[in-house]
C-alpha cells in the first residue's frame, strides 16, 4: 500500500456542491450514444433512423478496432442520428420504449470468473459494451484489444471542483464492484491499482484483488494521469489502462446480470441550481430530463463534466459516457463596465489580483467570464506551482507550437492528458488554452506513429 502526499495544485474555491442524496428520477423519453465522447473514434453505423432497438443492441462499432461495439441504454425506436460536419457522426438518438427488452449476455459467478482466460474475458466486456469503459495512456484511447497493459489504474477520488464523490455514489455497489476488479484482474500480468482518499474510503477498504494506495492534496491530485507518475510511471514503450470505479462496477453487473448495465448516477452541481444532489437515470439521458426548469441556455451554460474539464453540453444535449457530474453555471452576457477597475471582492483568483485573495476560506460563484482575450503570452512561473508532476507546462506548449515531436517526448507529453493542465489554462494570465495544445501535441505524434 502506497500513501502519497501531492504538494502542488490547486482546488477552486466554489460554490455549488452536491449534498450527499440520492434521487432516483423518472425514466427519460430519449436517451442517446455520443460518438464525440470517445477520443479517435471512427463509427460504423449498425443501424438507421426508424429501427427497433432492445437494450444491448449494436448502434455502431469503431472502424479501427471493429470488434469494439457500442451498446443501445435503452429499448426503443432510433429517432435520429445526428451528423456534423463532413457527415461526422455526433450520436444516435433513441426514443425510450417502457418494454425493457433487453439483449442476453452470459452469465458468471465470481468463481467462475477466477478462472475464465484472458481472451473470455475480453470477448465478454466486448460483446457486452463495456469494453470502452477501458481506456489507454498514452492518448486516452480506449484500450487496444492487443495490447496488454503493464497494470490497470482505477481513481477512487475526483478532485476537480463541485466534482462528484465515488466514495458517495459507490456505496451501494461495493459487491458489483468486487466482481469488476476480478475480471480487471485477469486483463493484465501486472497490478490492479485502486487509489483513495485516506480519509474518504469506504466504499472501498475491504475490496480485494487490488492495490490500494492513498493520496491526498489538492487538484489534480485525482487524475489518472497524477496516480500513474507517482504508482508506476510510464516508460517508452508501455502502456497502462485505467477505469472509473462505477464503470468497474458496471463490468461486475454485466458478467452477473447478463445484461447491458444501462444506468447511471450523475451528481447535479453548480450554484444556479437550488437543488443540488445525486440522481439515478438512464446513461445518455438528456439533461433537460432531470435539470430544474428555471435553468435557461442564454443565461445559464450546462457541462457535462466539471467546471474545468466538462463538455458544453446545453439542455438539449445529453450525459457524456465517462460523466457523473454536470454543471451549471452562469453564462456572462455582457461584459462588466470598467472591469478592470473592479476591486473583486465577490471574483475567484489564483493570485493577487482581486481584493478577494484576503478572504481565504471564502467560495465564490463561478462564471464564463474569462476577464480578457488572449493575448501575448506572460512567463509567470505560476503553471509549475499547479503542475504535480516534473512535467514543464510552459516548455511543453511550446514544444507543441513548434511541433518538435522529439521534444515533446523529452518533456513528457506521452505522461499526461489535456485534463492535466487545465489549472494552468485557469490560472493564466494570457488566456492560454493549454489543454488544446497539448491535445494537439498528442494528435501530431499519434499521426507520426
Request: glycine letters at 8%.
Amino acid at each position: 500500500m502506497g500513501q502519497f502526499k501531492v504538494k502542488r495544485g490547486y482546488n477552486l474555491p466554489l460554490e455549488g456542491s452536491p449534498e450527499g442524496k440520492l434521487v432516483v428520477v423518472p425514466q427519460p423519453k430519449q436517451v442517446a450514444v455520443q460518438a464525440t465522447d470517445f477520443r479517435n473514434l471512427r463509427p460504423q453505423m449498425k443501424v438507421e433512423p426508424g429501427d427497433h432497438v432492445k437494450i444491448g443492441s449494436v448502434l455502431f462499432t469503431d472502424k479501427k478496432q471493429p470488434d469494439v461495439k457500442f451498446l443501445a441504454p435503452a429499448a426503443g425506436k432510433v429517432n435520429d442520428v445526428v451528423r456534423g460536419d463532413r457527415r461526422r457522426i455526433l450520436r444516435v438518438v433513441i426514443d425510450v420504449e417502457t418494454s425493457n427488452e433487453s439483449v442476453e449476455f452470459p452469465r458468471y459467478t465470481d468463481t467462475q470468473i477466477k478462472t475464465l482466460e484472458r481472451a473470455q474475458v475480453i470477448n465478454a466486456l466486448v460483446e457486452g459494451g463495456m469494453w470502452p469503459a477501458l481506456r489507454q495512456r498514452p492518448f486516452s484511447n480506449i484500450a487496444d484489444l492487443d495490447k496488454s497493459p503493464k497494470a490497470i489504474f482505477i481513481s477512487g477520488l475526483d478532485t476537480a471542483p463541485l466534482a462528484a464523490d465515488p466514495n458517495f455514489y459507490m456505496k451501494e455497489l461495493k459487491a458489483d464492484f468486487q466482481t469488476g476488479v476480478l475480471a480487471l484482474q485477469r486483463l493484465t500480468g501486472g497490478k490492479v491499482h485502486l487509489t483513495t482518499a485516506p480519509d474518504n474510503n469506504d466504499s472501498f477498504k475491504e475490496i480485494t484483488g487490488v492495490e490500494h494506495h492513498t493520496i491526498t492534496g489538492p487538484h489534480p491530485a485525482g487524475n489518472i494521469s497524477v496516480q500513474v507518475y507517482y504508482i508506476d510511471r510510464l516508460h517508452s514503450g508501455e502502456v497502462i489502462w485505467y477505469i472509473s470505479p462505477f464503470d468497474t462496477a458496471r463490468i461486475g453487473q454485466l458478467l452477473k446480470n447478463g445484461r447491458y448495465p444501462n444506468e447511471t448516477i450523475v451528481a447535479i452541481t453548480g450554484a444556479p441550481i437550488e437543488k443540488r444532489h445525486y440522481i439515478k437515470t438512464l446513461a445518455g439521458a438528456p439533461m433537460a430530463s432531470f435539470l430544474p426548469q428555471n435553468l435557461s441556455d442564454n443565461v445559464h451554460r450546462i457541462l457535462s463534466g466539471t467546471i474545468l474539464s466538462g463538455t458544453h453540453a446545453s439542455l438539449e444535449g445529453f450525459i457524456g459516457f465517462y460523466d457523473h457530474t454536470v454543471t451549471a453555471i452562469p453564462e456572462v452576457l455582457k461584459k462588466r463596465f470598467l472591469g478592470w477597475m473592479d476591486p473583486g471582492f465577490n471574483l475567484p483568483s489564483y493570485g493577487s489580483t482581486f481584493l478577494s485573495s484576503l478572504f481565504k476560506n471564502k467560495k465564490f460563484v463561478q462564471n464564463t467570464d474569462l476577464n480578457g482575450d488572449e493575448r501575448a503570452f506572460v512567463a509567470t512561473g505560476n503553471y509549475e506551482k499547479v503542475m504535480p508532476m516534473d512535467i514543464l507546462p510552459v516548455n511543453l506548449a511550446k514544444a507543441v507550437l513548434i511541433e518538435d515531436v522529439e521534444l515533446m517526448e523529452q518533456l513528457g507529453i506521452l505522461e499526461v492528458a489535456p485534463e492535466d493542465f487545465a489549472l494552468c489554462t485557469y490560472i493564466c494570465p494570457s488566456k492560454i488554452e493549454f489543454g488544446e495544445i497539448i491535445e494537439h501535441g498528442l494528435t501530431l505524434i499519434e499521426k507520426e506513429g
